[in-house]
Structure formats: structure tokens, C-alpha cells
């Protein structure tokens, strides 16, 4: 107000120039030169004002749509791609002259406005509540409805999760809820494992409704050719029969069975009644000798542990009376030893490019242990120990070992570890450092040495079948110990990997599944690189091919290629580095989802169940136009008003710029008129 009052001032104050004027004039010209200038300095200030703000926001009616493979396969399929389409897009027009309408389809995720063309190989009805819960948590939602069949194939039960919802649920059941006749193979399961030349058992259960009196023909097929057959008499209307099958597994690789049912006359569906699975057959299991001193309880306990890993095979012998070779073995497990010269003579031979585990006992002599020279060295007191426990080096970067397990050590027993310090002189990874009483060393426990091609394990400390007891006796089950132990065998038994170029991945996905692959390149020096191209192509059992590229990452590569056609796959990576021109092969398979056709009767008491729990109503698809008569007649329904107290910059108000231009444009006007410029 100063700066505009000094303006019109300074402007006006001298009446001779404005002889033109009489007095009023003049003052009422200073005026209007003040408002408009005190205006516009109190602008430069950026001031804000403070205003009530209403919005009303109507009502939102979600719906949310079935697109599982299940919906079609029933006898009314063609209805669900015709007419209910249309009644469906019918309904949402007239839903949305009234409410907001937010549709979605679903299988095992939401998707927004989706396609519907019931291709979902899942059905995740939990999820979808979850997830509409989540993003509509304070909104003004007025109802949902759900239409589906109620079969759900993965997630948890829907009730469980719905009791949450402050909106009705408007259910429409699709699907037949009628008991149909039909037949189906409801369960085959194997172990991914197999050994050539061994059998092998898969579980086969098979269900038939409404067939009772029928026969079926249950075949096995391997490349094509039937492996196990069998004749099934289908005796009661609900019939179910499990059946155990023993197979031979005749070649190594990735072998493909295919389990079959001959269709029985009248069923509504044959879609339920193949199912494949895949069994990895490798050419034999890899043989562990341990080495015992003297008969131990954690010879006893480590040998069983280990067994438990069908991948094994475990010798135990004293070492007094081993006259074998043991080239034959894949690692080699000491116990108690070296004990003698002699004895540590034999284990130098032994070691030549094999991998040992050590499990240092009050019977080993630390010294001839020392005299190998494997880069350890235990500065041991005689026979004196130490009662330690064992703590999880949280960095330890060989393998993974769950968090569980490492918080079940505080509970086990204390080992009795030599006393006195070890000193490691070659390349080490600790898994478990000495705890002493309550004191957490850095002094090792459980490590591993790797030099060149060869690696080695050490347990400092006796007492192993006593953390095995007490992980049964804690938690009914040896798996945390078995955890320990299995992973440190897995990572001794196999060969170190010399190879410049090692492509990884899994050796199936599922068809929801993005395939993906890591890679890894060294130079001369063994160090890792990834300023290499690295190229992969993908064939599939039709000859077909997918090429792909690798991107490089954090010193590694990386693919994503995603999800494939169901089926199998061989490729070939390469790269070229340094002049020469490297590869890797291998193979996979993309496994189907199959789970849609094992159910086909809509669950009519599950879709009522979430209506009532929320206070809506069940509906079939040729009553879907009562739902808008449903929603209008609630009183709960309806538009809700928000306020909110907001600020503004005052420049932004339209009607300022104008009066301040208009107060301008009267003292130009005035002026104008009066012959002054």
C-alpha cells in the first residue's frame, strides 16, 4: 500500500500539470493509480489464500470377471462366449449411468479391463479380494460384483480373506453347479529325481462321477511308447482309486511320461483326463566313503544324514581295514583322522585332485594334520578342548543357508573343538565361527579351503549326532543339521569348474514362468568379465529357434527371455573373447498348467458363502438386469462428499488480473477523454 500511495503520489501531487482536471478528478485518478499499483506489489509478495474445497464422488461399482479355462469347460461354453458377453456389456452400461463402474478380469492376478476370453490357466479368487481391498481401501465403493464359478486352484480361501470388505459382494455363478458325468486324473506325482537303470514310483489317483459301471484304460507313455497299462473297472458313482506304478528309467536327461485315461463314454470333459510329468534321470549317484578312525555315534549320524539325499550313496569303512581304491568316490569324509604317519601317507595319496571333508575329533592328531599342508594349520594344546558352539557367518558366500537354521545353533549342543588358535593360510570361507560360552569368536568352525582344482572342508570339533538329536527332539525332524551338512557335501562333491564360459538355469518352468538364464565369463586369469557379446539360441521340438541376447550385470549376464510355449527346449549359448570362440548347451522344459480341468462343478456354496458375509445376494448370468435394481434400492449407496481446506497462491485468481487491468484501463479512459496522456 506505501509503494502504490508514493506511486500515485509522485504522479498526481502537482495539480498544475493537471490543469485539465479539476480536484475530485485528480483524486479520484490517484485512486485508481493506487488500488492498481498496491495491488500488484502485495502480488510480487506471492500470497496465498486459504478456501474450502467440496468434491463429490459418486459411488464405484467394481466387477470383476472369471477368465480361468474352467468357465468354457462345461456344456454351456458357447453361452459364455456369446450371449453372457453381451448381457455382461449390457449391465455395465447401465451400471454406468448411475455409478462409476471399474471392471477387471481375473485368473491368478487382477488385470484391469482385460480381454475376456477365459484363457487363465489359474484361478486366484483370494487374490483378487486382496488386491481390490488394497486399492480401494478409502474409496467410496459401493458393492462388488464377482462373477465366477468358485473353483479356485491356488492362493487360500477366498472366505478367509473377504471378511475384511466394509462393500457388499454381488456374486453371479457361472460354470454348472450340477454333478456331471466325468473322469479324471486328480493327482500324478514322482520325485524330479531318478537314477538309470533304477526304478522309479509315481502316484497316480483317478476320480469318475456318474460312470459307475465303466471301464478305462490307464496308460503310461515314454517317446511314444506305452511303458505301464492297466484296465480300471469304475464301480461306484464317486469313484477314486490311487494307484503306485513303478518305472524304469532306461535313459539319462530330462525324460517326459505322459499318463493317460481312454475316454468312457458320455463324460462331459476329456480335457482332465491326460496330465505329463517330468523326471530328471541322471546316470548314477554319487558315491561319499567315510573314513573312520574308530567306530564314532557321528559316523553313524553323518552317513544317515547324508543318505537322506537320494542323490548319494555312502560308504562307511575303518580305516584299518579300507583295502579298496577310492578313485571310484566323489568325496571322501575323515573322521578322526590323520591319527598315524602312516594314515597321513594315505590320505596324501588319496587327495590327489579329490575333494575331502575333515571333521577334526579328539582322536585326530592335529600335528600330521598340519603336515599336509592344505593351507590350516591348529596350534592345538595336546589333547585339550574347548565346549563351542556354532555361529552363522553372515556373508558366507559358498552356499545359502536359511535363517532358521542358523538361529536353530544357539540350541544345539556345544562340539568339543581343539584348544588353540587356527591359523589359515590359502583362500577360506567360513560357514560357522566358534562361540564360547557367550562369547562369539572369530576363530572358525566349520570352513572351507579351496586351492586350484581341489577343495577342502573342515569341522573343527567332535559331537555331531548330538545336534542331530537335538534338532529331532526341538523340531521332530533332522533338517536344519541336515541343511549344514547336505550343502557342504553338495559343494565338496562336485568338480570344481574350470571352464572360461558356465551358463545356468533351471531344468523346467512352468508355463506362467519367465525363463530365465545367468551366465558367466572369465579370462585367462579367472577373473570375471562381461564386455563380451553373449548370444543364446532357443530351439524347440519343432525345430523352431529363438534367439535372445544377454545383458551384461553386475559383472555377470542376465536373460530373461519369458514365458514360453509348453514344451522342451534344447539351446546354445556363445560367446567370443579373446579369440576364442566358446559355448555352452543344454536343456529345459516349459511344463503346462493343468490344474483348471480338475474341477468342473462351480462351488455354488462358496460364491454364496462371500455374498453373505458382506450382505449382498447371489445371482445367475439370465439375472444379472436385478442387480441394478438391487444396487438403486440401497440407501448405503450413494455419492459421498468430500471437503478439504486448501491453499492457493492468490495470482492465480482470474478475477485479480482483471481488476487490476480494469482499474488501469478507467484512469487511461479518464485521462483520454480529458485530453492527458
Same mark, same amino acid.
Given at each position: 500500500?506505501?509503494?502504490?500511495?508514493?506511486?500515485?503520489?509522485?504522479?498526481?501531487?502537482?495539480?498544475?500539470?493537471?490543469?485539465?482536471?479539476?480536484?475530485?478528478?485528480?483524486?479520484?485518478?490517484?485512486?485508481?493509480?493506487?488500488?492498481?499499483?498496491?495491488?500488484?506489489?502485495?502480488?510480487?509478495?506471492?500470497?496465498?489464500?486459504?478456501?474450502?474445497?467440496?468434491?463429490?464422488?459418486?459411488?464405484?461399482?467394481?466387477?470383476?470377471?472369471?477368465?480361468?479355462?474352467?468357465?468354457?469347460?462345461?456344456?454351456?461354453?458357447?453361452?459364455?462366449?456369446?450371449?453372457?458377453?453381451?448381457?455382461?456389456?449390457?449391465?455395465?452400461?447401465?451400471?454406468?449411468?448411475?455409478?462409476?463402474?471399474?471392471?477387471?478380469?481375473?485368473?491368478?492376478?487382477?488385470?484391469?479391463?482385460?480381454?475376456?476370453?477365459?484363457?487363465?490357466?489359474?484361478?486366484?479368487?483370494?487374490?483378487?479380494?486382496?488386491?481390490?481391498?488394497?486399492?480401494?481401501?478409502?474409496?467410496?465403493?459401493?458393492?462388488?460384483?464377482?462373477?465366477?464359478?468358485?473353483?479356485?486352484?491356488?492362493?487360500?480361501?477366498?472366505?478367509?480373506?473377504?471378511?475384511?470388505?466394509?462393500?457388499?459382494?454381488?456374486?453371479?455363478?457361472?460354470?454348472?453347479?450340477?454333478?456331471?458325468?466325468?473322469?479324471?486324473?486328480?493327482?500324478?506325482?514322482?520325485?524330479?529325481?531318478?537314477?538309470?537303470?533304477?526304478?522309479?514310483?509315481?502316484?497316480?489317483?483317478?476320480?469318475?462321477?456318474?460312470?459307475?459301471?465303466?471301464?478305462?484304460?490307464?496308460?503310461?507313455?515314454?517317446?511314444?511308447?506305452?511303458?505301464?497299462?492297466?484296465?480300471?473297472?469304475?464301480?461306484?458313482?464317486?469313484?477314486?482309486?490311487?494307484?503306485?506304478?513303478?518305472?524304469?528309467?532306461?535313459?539319462?536327461?530330462?525324460?517326459?511320461?505322459?499318463?493317460?485315461?481312454?475316454?468312457?463314454?458320455?463324460?462331459?470333459?476329456?480335457?482332465?483326463?491326460?496330465?505329463?510329468?517330468?523326471?530328471?534321470v541322471l546316470d548314477g549317484k554319487e558315491k561319499i566313503l567315510i573314513l573312520a578312525n574308530a567306530p564314532h555315534p557321528d559316523v553313524a549320524a553323518i552317513k544317515r544324514n547324508v543318505e537322506l539325499n537320494q542323490n548319494y550313496e555312502v560308504d562307511v569303512q575303518l580305516i584299518s581295514n579300507f583295502k579298496g581304491n577310492s578313485a571310484p568316490y566323489?568325496?571322501?569324509?575323515?573322521?578322526?583322522?590323520?591319527?598315524?604317519?602312516?594314515?597321513?601317507? %594315505?590320505?596324501?595319496?588319496?587327495?590327489?585332485?579329490?575333494?575331502?571333508?575333515?571333521?577334526?575329533?579328539?582322536?585326530?592328531?592335529?600335528?600330521?594334520?598340519?603336515?599336509?599342508?592344505?593351507?590350516?594349520?591348529?596350534?592345538?594344546?595336546?589333547?585339550?578342548?574347548?565346549?563351542?558352539?556354532?555361529?552363522?557367518?553372515?556373508?558366507?558366500?559358498?552356499?545359502?543357508?536359511?535363517?532358521?537354521?542358523?538361529?536353530?545353533?544357539?540350541?544345539?549342543?556345544?562340539?568339543?573343538?581343539?584348544?588353540?588358535?587356527?591359523?589359515?593360510?590359502?583362500?577360506?570361507?567360513?560357514?560357522?565361527?566358534?562361540?564360547?560360552?557367550?562369547?562369539?569368536?572369530?576363530?572358525?568352525?566349520?570352513?572351507?579351503?579351496?586351492?586350484?582344482?581341489?577343495?577342502?572342508?573342515?569341522?573343527?570339533?567332535?559331537?555331531?549326532?548330538?545336534?542331530?538329536?537335538?534338532?529331532?527332539?526341538?523340531?521332530?525332524?533332522?533338517?536344519?543339521?541336515?541343511?549344514?551338512?547336505?550343502?557342504?557335501?553338495?559343494?565338496?562333491?562336485?568338480?570344481?569348474?574350470?571352464?572360461?564360459? %558356465?551358463?545356468?538355469t533351471k531344468n523346467d518352468f512352468l508355463a506362467n514362468e519367465d525363463v530365465v538364464f545367468d551366465a558367466e565369463l572369465y579370462n585367462e586369469s579367472y577373473e570375471l568379465v562381461n564386455d563380451a557379446e553373449v548370444s543364446i539360441v532357443l530351439k524347440n521340438q519343432d525345430g523352431r529357434e529363438y534367439p535372445f541376447s544377454y545383458s551384461p550385470t553386475?559383472?555377470?549376464?542376465?536373460?530373461?527371455?519369458?514365458?514360453?510355449?509348453?514344451?522342451?527346449?534344447?539351446?546354445?549359448?556363445?560367446?567370443?573373447?579373446?579369440?576364442?570362440?566358446?559355448?555352452?548347451?543344454?536343456?529345459?522344459?516349459?511344463?503346462?498348467?493343468?490344474?483348471?480341468?480338475?474341477?468342473?462343478?462351480?462351488?455354488?456354496?462358496?460364491?454364496?458363502?462371500?455374498?453373505?458375509?458382506?450382505?449382498?445376494?447371489?445371482?445367475?448370468?439370465?439375472?444379472?438386469?436385478?442387480?441394478?435394481?438391487?444396487?438403486?434400492?440401497?440407501?448405503?449407496?450413494?455419492?459421498?462428499?468430500?471437503?478439504?481446506?486448501?491453499?492457493?497462491?492468490?495470482?492465480?485468481?482470474?478475477?485479480?488480473?482483471?481488476?487490476?487491468?480494469?482499474?488501469?484501463?478507467?484512469?487511461?479512459?479518464?485521462?483520454?477523454?480529458?485530453?492527458?496522456?
Amino acid at each position: 500500500m506505501t509503494l502504490g500511495g508514493i506511486y500515485a503520489f509522485i504522479l498526481y501531487w502537482n495539480n498544475k500539470k493537471h490543469s485539465e482536471f479539476v480536484g475530485w478528478q485528480v483524486k479520484g485518478l490517484a485512486a485508481l493509480r493506487f488500488v492498481a499499483v498496491s495491488v500488484l506489489a502485495f502480488l510480487l509478495l506471492s500470497p496465498y489464500i486459504k478456501h474450502l474445497e467440496r468434491e463429490v464422488e459418486p459411488p464405484i461399482v467394481l466387477f470383476a470377471q472369471d477368465n480361468s479355462q474352467s468357465i468354457l469347460l462345461n456344456k454351456d461354453s458357447s453361452f459364455y462366449k456369446t450371449d453372457y458377453l453381451a448381457q455382461l456389456e449390457e449391465l455395465k452400461k447401465q451400471l454406468s449411468e448411475n455409478y462409476e463402474v471399474k471392471a477387471y478380469t481375473f485368473g491368478n492376478e487382477l488385470e484391469e479391463g482385460g480381454t475376456i476370453d477365459y484363457t487363465a490357466p489359474q484361478t486366484d479368487i483370494s487374490k483378487v479380494i486382496d488386491d481390490i481391498e488394497n486399492r480401494y481401501s478409502n474409496r467410496n465403493v459401493g458393492a462388488l460384483i464377482l462373477a465366477s464359478d468358485g473353483i479356485y486352484n491356488t492362493g487360500s480361501n477366498p472366505l478367509f480373506v473377504s471378511s475384511n470388505f466394509n462393500f457388499p459382494i454381488y456374486s453371479v455363478i457361472l460354470g454348472d453347479t450340477s454333478i456331471n458325468k466325468d473322469l479324471l486324473l486328480s493327482k500324478v506325482v514322482a520325485n524330479k529325481i531318478a537314477f538309470k537303470g533304477n526304478q522309479f514310483p509315481i502316484s497316480v489317483a483317478v476320480n469318475a462321477q456318474k460312470l459307475n459301471g465303466s471301464k478305462t484304460t490307464l496308460n503310461v507313455s515314454h517317446n511314444g511308447k506305452v511303458v505301464f497299462s492297466d484296465v480300471l473297472t469304475i464301480k461306484t458313482a464317486d469313484y477314486f482309486k490311487e494307484l503306485p506304478i513303478l518305472l524304469e528309467a532306461t535313459a539319462v536327461g530330462l525324460q517326459k511320461y505322459t499318463v493317460t485315461l481312454s475316454e468312457v463314454a458320455g463324460e462331459m470333459s476329456t480335457v482332465n483326463n491326460s496330465k505329463s510329468i517330468y523326471i530328471d534321470v541322471l546316470d548314477g549317484k554319487e558315491k561319499i566313503l567315510i573314513l573312520a578312525n574308530a567306530p564314532h555315534p557321528d559316523v553313524a549320524a553323518i552317513k544317515r544324514n547324508v543318505e537322506l539325499n537320494q542323490n548319494y550313496e555312502v560308504d562307511v569303512q575303518l580305516i584299518s581295514n579300507f583295502k579298496g581304491n577310492s578313485a571310484p568316490y566323489n568325496l571322501i569324509i575323515y573322521h578322526g583322522i590323520p591319527n598315524s604317519a602312516a594314515q597321513s601317507a %594315505r590320505i596324501k595319496s588319496e587327495l590327489n585332485n579329490k575333494s575331502a571333508l575333515f571333521v577334526i575329533s579328539n582322536q585326530t592328531s592335529t600335528a600330521l594334520v598340519n603336515e599336509l599342508k592344505l593351507g590350516v594349520t591348529i596350534e592345538s594344546r595336546g589333547k585339550q578342548t574347548n565346549e563351542v558352539t556354532g555361529v552363522l557367518n553372515p556373508t558366507f558366500p559358498l552356499f545359502k543357508i536359511e535363517e532358521s537354521t542358523g538361529k536353530q545353533l544357539s540350541y544345539f549342543p556345544p562340539l568339543a573343538a581343539p584348544f588353540g588358535n587356527v591359523v589359515i593360510t590359502k583362500p577360506s570361507f567360513t560357514l560357522l565361527n566358534q562361540k564360547i560360552s557367550k562369547v562369539e569368536t572369530q576363530t572358525p568352525l566349520w570352513f572351507f579351503i579351496q586351492d586350484e582344482s581341489q577343495k577342502w572342508g573342515f569341522i573343527l570339533g567332535e559331537g555331531l549326532w548330538r545336534w542331530s538329536l537335538s534338532d529331532y527332539e526341538r523340531n521332530q525332524t533332522t533338517a536344519n543339521f541336515q541343511e549344514l551338512l547336505g550343502k557342504t557335501v553338495q559343494y565338496l562333491s562336485l568338480k570344481v569348474d574350470k571352464s572360461l564360459f %558356465r551358463v545356468t538355469t533351471k531344468n523346467d518352468f512352468l508355463a506362467n514362468e519367465d525363463v530365465v538364464f545367468d551366465a558367466e565369463l572369465y579370462n585367462e586369469s579367472y577373473e570375471l568379465v562381461n564386455d563380451a557379446e553373449v548370444s543364446i539360441v532357443l530351439k524347440n521340438q519343432d525345430g523352431r529357434e529363438y534367439p535372445f541376447s544377454y545383458s551384461p550385470t553386475n559383472q555377470k549376464y542376465y536373460l530373461n527371455a519369458g514365458k514360453l510355449e509348453v514344451g522342451e527346449y534344447s539351446y546354445i549359448a556363445t560367446v567370443n573373447y579373446a579369440g576364442k570362440a566358446l559355448k555352452e548347451t543344454g536343456t529345459l522344459s516349459v511344463l503346462p498348467i493343468d490344474v483348471e480341468g480338475n474341477n468342473l462343478q462351480a462351488n455354488f456354496g462358496l460364491m454364496q458363502e462371500l455374498s453373505r458375509q458382506g450382505g449382498g445376494t447371489v445371482y445367475f448370468p439370465n439375472q444379472m438386469e436385478e442387480i441394478m435394481n438391487e444396487l438403486d434400492s440401497r440407501e448405503d449407496i450413494t455419492s459421498v462428499s468430500y471437503s478439504q481446506i486448501k491453499l492457493s497462491e492468490l495470482i492465480n485468481l482470474k478475477w485479480i488480473f482483471f481488476l487490476i487491468l480494469g482499474l488501469l484501463a478507467l484512469e487511461w479512459l479518464v485521462r483520454k477523454r480529458n485530453g492527458s496522456y
